[in-house]
Nanobody
Framework: VQLQASGGGLVQPGGSLRLSCAASGSFYRMGWYRQAPGKLREMVAT????????YADSDIEGRFTISRHNAKNTVDLQMDSLKPEDTAVYYCNARSRGGTMNYWGQGTQVTVSS
């Protein structure tokens, strides 16, 4: 199984970025996690094959939008109104319904700085 992520980069505060991830198979749940320097990896947003979304908190939900295309096995994360504290390596994740299969992409750097 391969997860290919793309779309990271450097953006100014208040700007937008879109992350994309393509999986080599179909999975029940796909999503994005992030890990900032010195911190644990945390969930940002996930979406099931049925379209049920889950966001880390209301702040993330108000600024980020997760979407997926089941036929293409892709998941995107549209990030708007970015803040410096969003700076992290973002990882794509895909897992089976029971979580017995759990895969990670290679990570893409997002830096929010003026």
């Amino acid at each position: 199984v391969q997860l290919q992520a793309s779309g990271g980069g450097l953006v100014q505060p208040g700007g937008s970025l879109r992350l994309s991830c393509a999986a080599s198979g179909s999975f029940y749940r796909m999503g994005w996690y992030r890990q900032a320097p010195g911190k644990l990896r945390e969930m940002v947003a996930t979406v099931t094959s049925g379209g049920t979304t889950n966001y880390a908190d209301s702040d993330i939900e108000g600024r980020f939008t997760i979407s997926r295309h089941n036929a293409k096995n892709t998941v995107d994360l549209q990030m708007d109104s970015l803040k410096p504290e969003d700076t992290a390596v973002y990882y794509c994740n895909a897992r089976s319904r029971g979580g017995t299969m759990n895969y990670w992409g290679q990570g893409t750097q997002v830096t929010v700085s003026s």
